[in-house]
């Protein structure tokens, strides 16, 4: 009888064991279930941007592009919900700048101003990067080269200009921003159509072109009307040509190079870039921001006080242009001497 019960109490036993590990079967069955669920749900999106962006700005403080990345920088960050700092990095005809850039992670949160002067270093290769190095997310706007003399010149008009450079070849002091720059090719353009020779006196910058124009050290400058807003507007600057391809609304009465007979129709345009290997999605958001700012009253406020004219181009649109551009200043700067033909 005894040996019965022990019996009993062994089977009850193993029964209560075989229902407990049917159960913890079923538990862990179910993690398993949930741990697979998880694991094939999409990912949630990062969320960007989650801390500051920092702009970066290839030239010096107060210069048309830099007051472009600040207007920029003030309106974007509404748009994203995070700061936005903005740094002047200057050097080396933005090598500088694009140094840095390449050195932080490809991440979204380090932007760098870019314009259609790095077409003219990359072709030039003063620069050690090329156009591949980095993905151009977006332009914004361009604007004009423009023959500036101060006005007490005698040169009361293009012709005047022109004129004087065939009768008395390299007579006149001509400078602007870089050597081999957009400023530059501007006038190379123009001496091959109108036929006569020039030197070329290259600045660290437009803004000391201007100083040297306003302090007789030069006798022509070449710049955009931005650099010297203030002076021509004053009357202490007076612009003889610009190369947009009709007048320009904001001024009316400087006349084209293409209406004066010569067929110059050139702009600088501005925007921004980010390191190659910036994920799509990020670059999606912040062109969906900057879309936005492009239509903000106080951005179209800022272009207007500023002469700038509207130049929007998406990522492809602006990339496509930046490999024809470098072709084009490439073929340039090989025709007059800055390059070694290959």
């Keep these: 009888m005894k040996r019965i019960v022990q019996v009993r109490k062994l089977v009850s036993s193993l029964v209560v064991m075989l229902l407990l590990l049917s159960v913890l079967a079923g538990c862990s069955g179910s993690k398993t279930s949930t741990d697979k669920t998880a694991s094939t749900a999409p990912q949630q999106k990062s969320g960007y941007p989650t801390k500051p962006i920092t702009f970066v700005v290839w030239s010096s403080a107060g210069s048309p592009l830099d007051l472009f990345m600040r207007k920029l920088a003030d309106l974007t960050k509404k748009e994203l919900g995070q700061p936005i700092m903005v740094e002047n990095r200057t050097g080396g005809n933005g090598a500088a700048a694009m140094a840095y850039v390449n050195s932080q992670p490809a991440d979204g949160y380090t932007v760098l101003s870019t314009t259609g002067s790095l077409t003219f270093a990359i072709a030039k290769e003063s620069v050690p990067f090329k156009a591949d190095d980095f993905i151009f997310v977006k332009s914004f706007q361009a604007e004009p080269s423009a023959i500036a003399v101060r006005k007490d010149s005698p040169l009361k008009a293009l012709e005047n200009f022109i004129d004087y450079m065939k009768k008395h070849p390299n007579g006149l002091k001509i400078g602007g921003y870089a050597s081999g720059g957009f400023h530059q090719y501007v006038l190379y353009r123009l001496q091959q159509k109108a036929n006569f020779e020039a030197t070329w006196i290259p600045f660290e910058g437009g803004a000391d072109a201007v100083t040297n124009l306003l302090g007789g050290h030069i006798d022509v400058a070449v710049i955009t009307p931005s650099t010297a807003l203030n002076q021509v507007q004053s009357g202490a ?106």
Excluded: C, H
């Design 237 to 342: 600057i007076r612009l003889l040509a610009i190369s947009t391809d009709k007048r320009s609304p904001y001024f009316p009465d400087v006349p084209t190079f293409k209406e004066k007979g010569y067929d110059i129709v050139e702009m600088l345009w501005r925007g921004v870039m980010v390191k190659k290997g910036t994920p799509a999605e990020l670059i999606q958001r912040l062109n969906q921001a900057f879309d936005k700012v492009a239509q903000n009253p106080d951005w179209k406020k800022y272009m207007t006080d500023y002469k700038q004219e509207e130049y929007l181009l998406d990522s492809q649109g602006l990339t496509e242009l930046v490999k024809r551009e470098i072709a084009d200043r490439r073929a340039f700067l090989e025709k007059g001497g800055f390059l070694k033909k290959k």
